[in-house]
């Protein structure tokens, strides 16, 4: 699994640092926008990575599986 983000979309909710944050952060000195932590997060981390893709209501986050095909969205 492998996050992405696309920063001009990004709002600085501040989901996905809340959701996962091992693998995103909103740094004050950017902004408050996201950044990536972790580009290759443990398995441990996969549920909160979705969660944090779900959460983000500016559909910032993407994933992609480790062949660069997007992983699909867990249900």
């Known amino acids: 699994m492998k996050p992405t983000v696309n920063?001009?979309?990004c709002?600085?909710?501040g989901n996905c640092s809340r959701?996962?944050?091992r693998v995103f952060a909103n740094l004050e000195e950017n902004g408050g926008f996201v950044s990536i932590?972790?580009?290759n997060p443990p398995e441990s981390e996969w549920a909160a990575?979705?969660?944090a893709e779900e959460q983000c209501p500016s559909a910032t986050i993407h994933i992609e599986k480790?062949?660069?095909i997007p992983a699909p969205a867990s249900a």
């Open 7 to 9: 920063p001009d979309t």
């Open 11 to 13: 709002i600085a909710s």
């Open 19 to 21: 959701t996962a944050p």
């Open 37 to 39: 932590i972790d580009e």
């Open 49 to 51: 990575v979705r969660a």
């Open 66 to 68: 480790d062949d660069g």
